[in-house]
């Protein structure tokens, strides 16, 4: 029953989030600062190390429709707790491939960074989701801002104790490490998140101003339907929106960036700038807080444009231009040759990655509200076959360059690329609403 004080649990459950989202990044993370360790005892190249870093990507891209699927159906807690369980234990045995021969290390250890994006594809279209249902769309750019900047965070947090851990023992400890801390947060989760009508905390005046501004309170509230979104129909229609498509490959080429920076970067430091990892972890956590920042400004600054009365589309699409020409600027590190101004640089960079990632922001506002679920679902698939691409590319780029000068062209291109999705491509960006025909037993 819904408590006659005021309160804000909304800001508790943001918090889960962004907490959540951190440990998740935390995860793929890992792999990257232990990179170097690993690569010599298994033996492996540029290449052969840019297709273990693509393992999380495909099963993750790939299954990001049947979690939709799977958070509309039965509700984001139980789905996305599951999902916090499951990545941890993929990683506690990550760390024992460390014992197996270095050809049997290697084929473990992508087969278990599949099963960890399996586990982990529910994240982001539940987090958008829960965002959707608990906050009002004038809050909505700051909460969707704070949960999109746990990938930066988790380079703050994770980058330097991982660096020590590698350095002081070896890389299979990085992995229970993060099992570890993973697994004890899935026991909050389970006693914290509820839906917003079902929550033993919260105040009827927060529920009414949450359903007031726009929030989808009634999401996952007990004794409402359960249907099934993922069907092909739906697909399609979502598919042959311009604005939503526009979307879809704006995400592409924003998490072109993340994955560069979850994946490459720290590699880059080591190998190309000549950094000791012991170094890279905390020189890497920099360009991170950068992107931290950058990550909760932009959505301050879009907020703040809605509530000066500015239009939805030039609220999100400002930030979204305006970072991804300051992430551009990563190609200026291709002609310096002191590591200061490479962290200087790769911070600015960061910093406009990071303000300009309203991607999520964009499909709460945009989400038809039968199929905020699969919705989020297909623009993550998409947006995540970055994660497959951008390892593997940049692989064979230094693979077969000796150079990372190449790669970050590269990157820097699909920034431009973004611009060009969401200015000509997007258009208006509002709230669009799905045939009732497309939800079997939604409301007509």
Known sequence: MPSKKTTHVRYVIVLMLFIASTFSYGDRVVLSIAADALSHDLHLDAIHLGYLFSGFGWAYALAQLPAGGLLDRYGSKSVYGISIFCWSLCAV?????????????????????????????????GNGRIVAAWFPTAERGRASALFNAAQYFSLVFFAPIMGWIVHLWRWKQCFWFAGAVGLIFGGFWFRVIHSVQSHPRISQSEIDLIEQGGGLASLDATGRPHTNTLTWSAVRWLLSKRMLVGIYLGQYCITTLTWFFLTWFPVYLSRARHIPIVKVGFLAALPALCGFIGGILGGVVSDEFLRVGRSLSFARKVPIVAGMLLAMSMVACNYVSTRTAVIAIMSLAFFGKGFGALGWTVVSDTSPKTLVGINGGLFNLIGNLAGVTTPIVIGYIVGRTGSFRGALVFVAATALMAIVAYLPIVGEIKRIEAPPALVPGAPA
């Open 93 to 125: 045995l990550a760390g024992f491939t460390g014992y197996l021969p270095a050809v049997a290390a290697f084929y473990t250890l992508f087969g278990l960074r599949l099963l960890d994006g399996l586990a982990q594809a529910p994240v982001f279209p």
